[in-house]
C-alpha cells in the first residue's frame, strides 16, 4: 500500500464514529486482504446488520412450562 492510500485509509477510520475494537478489527482485515480499511468496515458493518432488540429478549415473553 503506498504512502497516500495508507494515509487515506487512516483518514478514513478516525473520520467513522466507530469504537476501537472495530476500527482494530477492520484494519486488521484490510491489512489481511489488501483492501483499504473503509471498504474492510463497510464489510463488518454489512456482516453485522442493524443493531435493534433482540426478539424474545424481554423478561414476559418467556413461555411458562
Keep these: 500500500m503506498s504512502k497516500k492510500a495508507k494515509h487515506k485509509a487512516i483518514q478514513a477510520i478516525i473520520a467513522l464514529p466507530l469504537d476501537d475494537e472495530v476500527q482494530t478489527e477492520a484494519a486488521y482485515y484490510a491489512r489481511l486482504c489488501g483492501i483499504t480499511a473503509e471498504e ?16 424474545g429478549s ?4 418467556r413461555r411458562q412450562s
Excluded at 424481554?58 to 415473553?61: F, L, N, S, V
Aim: proline share 15%.
Design 40 to 55: 474492510a468496515l463497510r464489510i463488518i458493518e454489512a456482516a453485522n446488520g442493524p443493531k435493534g432488540p433482540v426478539k
Design 58 to 61: 424481554h423478561p414476559g415473553d
